[in-house]
Structure formats: C-alpha cells, structure tokens
C-alpha cells in the first residue's frame, strides 16, 4: 500500500474490548523476540499500549476504535512488516514548527527501541491517555510527548486539526504546532530541557527547511510523506505570487 495524507478536522477515539488472535496466537515467538531485543537495549519496557482495531473517515472525522495491548507485540509486529493486517500501530505526533519556517524533529537516542531514527515527538498511546468515559485524547497524547521529549508547550490558539498519514500498518496521526519563536530560541530551550534530564529521549534535534533536509536513511516514510507535501505546498505558493 502507497503511503496517503489527508487531513482530518477532529479525532474521535475510544476504547473497545478485543481479543487479538494474531499476538494470542503467536504469543511464544513474540516473547523469544521481546527477549532478543531487550538483550540489546534493556531499557526497553513491555508495557501497555492502544492500538487500532477499527476505523472510519468521513466529514473531516476519523472515528477510532482503540484496545489494549502489550509493547512486545506491537514491536513484533512492527519488527516482522506488519504480518496481520486487522491492526493497525496508530499514534499521535506533534509537528513543531518555528516562526521562521524551520520544522524541528529529534533523533532517538541510544537506548530507545529506534535508536538513530528521526522522528516527530511522538509516542505510542497508552492507558493514561484514556478518560473516565472511554474516549482516548489522542491530542493531549501528542502534546504530552512534545512537552517530555523536548520541554515545549503548544500556544494556545485555533484548532489546528489533524493530518493523517497511512503507511502499510501504520496511521500516524500529525498535530501541526506554530510555534512563535524562532529557530535559534527554540534550539535552545529544548537543549537546556534535555541537558536537565538524566536520561533524554532524543540524542539530537534536526531542522527541515526544505526538501535537501529530509533524510531518508534516518527519517520513516510517514515524515519525509508529510514534510515533502508540506514543503511543495509552501513553494507552489511562493510560485503564484
């Protein structure tokens, strides 16, 4: 499957119950996996995380049905291309962008389970992100992680909406941040946040500024996706004017 962008206006995600044959039935081989990969990066945790069972776009909204899940089979599936196909690994990312321009992604440090890899802030949902009533704020997800990966808060301001990237088994939903900075003043605020941390999540931040910027050794299908649409956009329109 190509990869697809379309924006969306709102999110709505719940919870649901579900009984995940393929990680039941394939329960051994994704343990000896699991113990593989923490034998490399032992920080690494089997925890619980959400996924997507069902979905549905129409008017602007995604409709999502979220279950639980453990780390380990969500890493296998991801590790093994995605073999069962009525999952899918969704998560919410914040795009920041600065005032003049520059979008600001971080590279996963050593002893994260992408170590190396650069990506939006982002992080897989998990049973925090879930309200009294069922519903799962997949915004507030992608806000926390971009205030605990790099210090930043998002301005308060208009709804921003959302972009959705599909790829294959995954659905990365995109959070467009303005940020009222600059590239500089931004830089440094998040290296002072992670300099204050013991262990960061990001080893680095990379800017985009244009299509030269995407690297695609280091950067997943999803960003380059989003970043090359985006900037193609934001040429077009210098072109007309």
Not at 60 to 76: M, N, R, W
Not at 118 to 141: E, N
Not at 165 to 170: A, E, P, Q
Not at 210 to 227: C, E, I, K, T
Request: aromatic residues 6%; proline residues 7%.
């Amino acid at each position: 499957m190509s990869l697809t962008l379309t924006p969306a206006r709102r999110v709505d995600a719940r919870m649901v119950a579900h009984d995940w044959p393929w990680a039941r039935d394939e329960r051994a081989a994704i343990m000896a996996h699991w113990e593989k990969r923490r034998a490399a990066r032992p920080a690494m945790f089997n925890g619980t995380v959400l996924m997507l069972r069902r979905w549905a776009l129409a008017d602007g909204v995604l409709e999502a049905d979220l279950f639980e899940a453990d780390y380990a089979s969500l890493t296998a599936l991801k590790d093994w291309g995605f073999p069962d196909g009525s999952v899918l690994n969704v998560f919410a990312a914040a795009v920041p962008r600065t005032r003049d321009g520059t979008f600001l992604l971080g590279e996963m440090g050593p002893h994260t389970a992408a170590a190396g890899r650069v990506y939006f802030p982002c992080g897989t949902p998990d049973p925090t992100d879930i309200g009294p009533d069922g519903q799962v704020d997949l915004a507030a997800s992608a806000l926390r992680e971009l205030r605990e990966e790099t210090g930043l808060v998002a301005p308060q301001g208009p709804d921003p909406g959302w972009v959705i990237v599909r790829d294959g088994g995954l659905m990365a939903l995109l959070r467009p941040v303005q940020l009222a900075e600059d590239e500089a003043s931004v830089r440094a605020r998040i290296a002072a946040h992670l300099a204050a941390e013991a262990e960061p999540e990001l080893s680095a931040i990379v800017g985009v500024r244009d299509a030269a910027d995407l690297d695609p050794a280091r950067m997943p299908g999803f960003v380059r996706h989003y970043l090359a649409s985006v900037l193609a956009g934001a040429e077009d329109s210098r072109s007309a004017r």
